[in-house]
């Protein structure tokens, strides 16, 4: 069988997260509630950093950055799943398909490497606090958001350039409510060995490795606040936990589908249902409520409009 440039297959169909309709009703709800209630949230998050000047630390700089992420990331999957439950047959064209991944993976990989600049941002702040406003000035903290942005692009691209790479001819059924590339890679006919190998180098290689760097950064600044007064150790502390937090809400599921061979386990839709649309919309909230100052300024900016 040929391998190149025999793509037949113009469409997916997907299987949906469930066959049962009461599930598929009741996962409606949830991700409707869930989706009205937290996305204006970050759309606030950013609103309120942009709009008080007293958050222009680069903590609140990369926190609105990661507002911005995660609600774009929320777009990807969620609005076209929930469009789903209403359709008989749920499919997707090629070209929507390979779009859905591109995004998918430009975005997570672009919050992954924001939050190793997070992680860098506070280790300077906690542990070199006099170099602090010299090392993370403006200038560096665009760059590093440039950085972020182009190495997410890069990431993406690697990923799209091996799908496209391989031919589909049928059956051309995705068992999941969205196109990724596990899923994605089963449908190929031709050997997928070496294009596996490649995926998870890409994917799950680069996410455990982030994810346990940050663990040891942030290992390294709780060694170093130890001698702080009692002030500055515990708000030190409070820092690092939400931002232990997300690491564990961002990478663990991610780390669960893309370090290991892809095989089909039960728990698949489950931990993608909240790595794509739960979690993404509470990692900046999780930060706002354990950040006095940003919730100030957000009750500031609500009585403001409410005034009005």
């Not at 995660?70 to 469009?83: E, G, K």
Request: charged residues 10%; hydrophobic residues 50%; contains cysteine.
């Amino acid at each position: 069988m040929e391998t190149e440039n025999n793509t037949v297959v113009t469409e997916f169909i997907l299987l949906g997260l469930t066959q049962s309709q009461d599930a598929q009703l009741l996962v409606f709800v949830l991700v409707l509630i869930f989706y009205l209630i937290i996305l204006p949230g970050n759309f606030l998050i950013i609103l309120t950093i942009r709009s008080d000047p007293g958050l222009s630390a680069p903590l609140y700089f990369f926190l609105g950055n990661l507002a911005f992420l995660d609600a774009s990331y929320s777009f990807i999957v969620a609005p076209r799943m929930l469009m789903d439950f209403f359709s008989e047959k749920k499919v997707i064209s090629y070209r929507g398909c390979i779009t859905q991944l591109f995004f998918l993976h430009f975005l997570g990989a672009g919050e992954m490497f924001l939050l190793v600049v997070m992680a860098f941002d506070r280790y300077i702040a906690i542990c070199q606090p006099l170099r602090y406003s010299t090392v993370m000035n403006s200038r560096v903290c665009y760059a590093l958001l440039l950085a972020l942005w182009l190495g997410g692009f890069a990431h993406s691209i690697v990923q799209v350039a091996l799908i496209l790479h391989l031919p589909f001819c049928g059956p051309n059924q995705l068992d999941n409510f969205f196109c990724d590339v596990p899923q994605v890679i089963k449908l190929a006919c031709t050997n997928t060995f070496v294009v596996e190998l490649l995926m998870v180098s890409n994917s799950g290689l680069l996410t455990l490795l982030c994810f346990l760097g940050l663990l040891a950064s942030y290992a390294v600044i709780l060694c170093r606040v130890k001698g702080h007064s009692s002030e500055g150790k515990n708000k030190a502390i409070s820092t690092c936990a939400t931002h232990i937090i997300i690491v564990f809400l961002m990478f663990g599921p991610a780390i669960f589908i893309y370090t290991r061979p892809f095989r089909a386990f039960p728990a698949d839709k489950v931990v993608a249902l909240f790595h794509t649309v739960i979690f993404p919309l509470m990692n900046p909230v999780i930060y706002t409520l354990r950040n006095q100052e940003v919730k100030a300024s957000m009750r500031k900016l609500l009585s403001q409009y409410t005034v009005c």
